[in-house]
């Protein structure tokens, strides 16, 4: 095997059992062989530098098959190696040689490239089957164009990267346009399709069955073993009362050297014998699946059906267990081999390539909306979007060695180091020259250009009709701990004067900290402010009337004395200024480049439909309102008799206020509507 070591980490391969990890011959490339996968199918221009390499690693073995048997081909057994790998896991090798088949299926996507040739090395040459679902929807009911149609360049690609020898590569198309049917429950409907192409290309009882994610794997060795040695899963499970495997898997966050203090609990193996419609037998009890409502029929099994309820649904005289659907396979209980109690020196099985994208734009894509969607993804510092981007961060800024605050640290000394000090198996993708260094590269590059977006970003805070409610713990733990402009807008002379006093040091301390004495509208000029009999001179809080809008420091609202002050019972009038909010709020320049930010609290007591509606219907690229993260907003219909238009049009805009948003924005905002008075 000296030509294989050409073109590998060597320093790096000579800690391992050669027998473990002797691997695909990922030679430099002949001059003779034809034109690298990555320039063929894409353009030099079209797939980062990281994934080029990992695709022309996998077409120079093409070459080289041409020529010589893979080191471990399915049909070459040597009973001297095979007995030593079962003893590594604890397992017996009781003489088999033919290895059990495996039949592959997992969900696909706007999986990066990388993640893709990462998958195809390590299960190189293993796989019967190769089955991918791909829907015109995302968990979350977005919609996205197909990416590997029929007939189209990037099926062709992939389909050859997985294709070794006789491996069968299948896309299957989800479409199911039920809007009930979302996240996991859509999930579950589309792995449903797996094992019906599996069928098609026959699987057997005897075969085992392998759901993952494109970014999850076991390692290679351990995928042999599963193959050739006695395994209680496979060869002792009771009638499928105990027929799962699950990996103990290595989690790598954005590149190789970021590996998190996390270990995930996928792939999953389960034999064909106790797979619904691959076992034909009706002997099986046919449990309580959890298919809410009807819609999603493929769901997993009721958890009184399972060993994690031990069986506690099941008749006590069951001898045969329900069969397992590929839901089952993800959310069920398994067997998680203990491999500390092992004949290894290492603690996983497997490996998690978590968030291996080719750019920032893709990941905040996935985040917004693919499963359990944030609405602002594509607006929120990284770190911030979810809790395994902490780490993620830390890791494409080289922080790695202060990385105390994320939920899953970065293990010390990074990824090669922790698994080259514990003599166990790298991936074989990170062993093809160049990939590490290059990938990494790539990663402090995307991790820099977001650094930079994150500081020229703005992040506006506005609340309209601010008054005396108190907000500092907020404006101060939240706002302007995190940069935020804060601007307060209150008309009444004595409230503005009253938020000046109490917001004085933090004005003095930040620049960012603003009170204006504006009534908004959608025009400058002047209107008349109605203030209760009494209040035209106060500007001290204990001052207010007990029954007033500022009874006590938590600003409750007297319903009874707004209303009779609208009526006219027992007002008086000022004249304050207004400016024309939308025009004013223009003047931020707000982006999407810079991934500018804004919310908005309104209480404005009926002002608050003109600026809404005037927002929602201007027509313009980067419309101001869309930018907001939150929007909350008091409405005051009750100013109109309910017969009347001003009361149907305030009440049509509460209701239909989301969808128009959505419309115009193409996301559903996050807002909080409050009536405050209704006749």
Known sequence: MDHLLAHLDTGILSRFNADINDALQFEPTPHNVSTPISTQIFGDDDITASAKILLDALQNQFELSKQEPLFDDDTLIDPTLERERCHRYNLTYDGRLKRRRIFYGSLIADDSWENLATSALEHYGMLHSVVFVESNRT???????????????????????????????????????????????????????????????????EDIGYIADIDETFTRDFLRAMQICQVEQFDNHG????????????????????????????????????????NPS???????????EGIAPNAPLHLGYTSIWHFRKLPPDTTHYPLLKPSDFRNGPGTQYNLTQMNITYDYNGYHFHNFFSSIETLRTKYGTFGHPNRIAHRMQLHQINRDMASFTRCALDQSQDDRE???????????????????????????????????????????????????????????????????????????????????????????????????????????????????????????????????NITNLEQF?????????????????????????NYTSISVPQRNFPEWLSQFQLSTENMDRLQ????????????????????????????????????????????????????????????????????????????????
């Open 282 to 292: 009706t002997k099986h009890f046919l449990g309580q699946r959890r298919t809410w």
């Open 139 to 205: 968990q979350s009911k977005f919609a996205r164009e197909w990416r590997f149609g029929v007939e189209s360049k990037n099926l062709h690609l992939l389909q050859k990267i997985f294709g070794f020898g006789d491996t069968k590569v299948n896309v299957e198309y989800f479409v199911n346009e039920d809007m009930r049917l979302e996240l996991i429950q859509r999930e579950h409907e589309q792995r449903a399709l797996i094992v019906d192409r599996w069928k098609k290309n026959g699987m057997t009882m």
């Open 239 to 278: 009638n499928c009362k105990n027929p799962k495997v699950r990996a103990s898997s290595l989690v790598f966050e954005g590149g190789p050297q970021c590996l998190t203090q996390r270990f995930w609990n996928h792939p999953d193996l389960v034999l064909g014998e106790c797979i619904d419609k691959i």
């Open 600 to 679: 908005l609290k309104i209480d404005i007591v009926g002002a608050e439909y003109d600026i809404l509606e005037r927002m929602l219907s201007t027509k313009s690229e980067n419309d101001d309102i869309c930018f907001a993260d939150v929007i909350e907003v008091e409405f005051y219909s009750h100013l109109f008799p309910k017969e009347s238009e001003e009361y149907r049009k305030r009440q049509s805009l509460k209701e239909t206020f989301k969808d128009r948003y959505e419309k115009k924005c193409g996301v559903q905002p996050k807002t909080s509507f409050l009536d405050i008075f209704s006749l």
């Open 406 to 536: 994320s939920l899953y640290p970065l293990v010390t000394g990074g990824g090669l180091k922790y698994m080259e000090e514990r003599d166990g198996p790298l991936p074989l993708a990170f062993r093809v020259h160049g990939y590490v260094h290059t990938k990494m590269e790539e990663l402090r590059t995307m991790g820099q250009l977001n650094l930079q977006k994150e500081r020229n970003q703005r992040r506006i805070f506005v609340y309209l009709g601010a008054h005396c409610r108190t907000i500092e713990d907020y404006v101060q733990q939240e706002l302007i701990h995190n940069n935020w402009e804060v601007y307060l807008w209150e008309p009444n002379p004595q409230m503005h004067a009253f938020l000046l006093n109490r917001y004085a040091e933090t004005q003095q301390n930040n620049t960012r900290f603003h009170i204006l004495p504006y009534a908004a509208g959608i025009e400058d000029g002047s209107i008349q402010l109605h203030l209760q009999k009494g209040q035209e």
């Open 545 to 569: 009337p007990a029954n007033n809008t500022c009874t006590n420091k938590n600003s409750r609202l007297s319903f009874n004395s707004v209303y009779e002050s609208i009526k006219g019972v």
